[in-house]
Every structure is written in structure tokens, then in C-alpha cells.
């Protein structure tokens, strides 16, 4: 996995969003003077989506050996199955021919933190209730079984028999896979 080049910082050293921004600018400048239009349909060529949590640590395309065009990617903070998941996989199968999923979590999730009460606190900071739920959990490899449950379930989705569930380990890189049991 590579690191991240510095990012410019204000006076008091705190990275400001607009220094940001700039530079992922500047690089798809960069990017967009080299690209050549690869010729590629939507549709993954290995007829698979992947969902994971959004952690920055996860290099999913190098971590499961994926090309550009390989798979879809779904990613959301805990890699957690929601309507919106849901939504995306049904896109996905319907209409552009996945036929697997694969479900990542990680070790040190910061899903694991927290807890429903961030709903509440941000209510009560903001004057809104959420329309969502935060989907917090304690244990990854039962949250994945709920994941994977949710996916086999679903009316919606077209493909449900070769979904499968993992736990990515953060410190070694492997993959441990969960029973959906």
C-alpha cells in the first residue's frame, strides 16, 4: 500500500480543504495529459461488485488482485448493506450483469466506536433527525453475516447464490473469510 504525499497545510499546520482539492485537481490534470480512453463497457468483466467499508487504509483493487474495469465498488463507512447498497447491487445485477459479491469489513473499524447515539448527538447539534440509520456494530465478523444475509434476502437483487463475506486485516493484509452460519 503507498502513502499519501504531503498535503499542503495553512499556518497553524492544519490541512485546509481548499489546499486539498487544488491538488486532486492538479493530478487528474496530470492524469487526463497521459489517459487514453481504455474502450471499456460498465459492465465489470468479472461480473462481480464488491462491497467494503470506505476506511482509507483499504486498497481493495491491489489487496484482491483487480484491474480497472474488474468489478464494481461499493464502499460506505463499514462496508455495511444498506437500502442504498441494496439500490446499487440491484443496478449492478439488472442492468449491467454482476453475478457475485463479495462483502469486506476490517479490523479496527471505527464502525466498532461508535454507537446509534451519533444519531442523536447530531440531531440534537444540527436540529434534524437523520433519515438514516448509523449501522454502528461490535462484532465485524457478525455484522458481515448480517451483510451477507441481507444480500441472499433481498427481492430486489437477481443473483444472490455466490455471495461471500470477509474480514480484512489491516495490519497483515489477508483476508479471513466468515462463515455465513
Not at 131 to 146: G, I, L, N, P, Y
Not at 156 to 167: I, K, M, N, S, Y
Request: glycine share 8%; with cysteine; aromatic share 4%.
Amino acid at each position: 500500500m503507498t502513502t499519501s504525499a504531503s498535503v499542503p497545510a495553512n499556518s497553524e499546520g492544519a490541512i485546509t480543504d481548499h489546499s486539498v482539492i487544488d491538488r486532486l485537481v492538479a493530478a487528474n490534470g496530470t492524469y487526463a495529459d497521459a489517459f487514453t480512453d481504455p474502450g471499456m463497457d460498465a459492465r465489470p468483466v468479472l461480473r462481480v461488485a464488491v462491497v467494503a467499508c470506505m476506511d482509507a487504509r483499504l486498497d481493495l483493487h491491489a489487496a484482491l488482485g483487480l484491474r480497472l474495469g474488474d468489478c464494481h465498488t461499493l464502499r460506505n463507512a463499514g462496508g455495511v448493506v444498506t437500502d442504498d447498497v441494496i439500490r446499487s447491487l440491484a443496478i449492478s445485477q439488472r442492468a449491467l450483469g454482476t453475478r457475485s459479491v463479495v462483502l469486506i469489513h476490517h479490523t479496527g473499524c471505527g464502525m466498532q466506536t461508535i454507537t446509534e447515539d451519533f444519531r442523536h448527538d447530531l440531531e440534537m447539534e444540527v436540529g434534524q433527525r437523520p433519515s438514516w440509520a448509523v449501522e454502528a456494530f461490535k462484532d465485524a465478523d457478525q455484522d458481515v453475516r448480517q451483510s451477507m444475509q441481507r444480500v441472499r434476502t433481498s427481492p430486489f437483487l437477481a443473483h444472490t447464490d455466490d455471495v461471500r463475506g470477509f474480514v480484512f486485516d489491516v495490519r497483515t493484509g489477508r483476508l479471513r473469510e466468515i462463515d455465513p452460519a
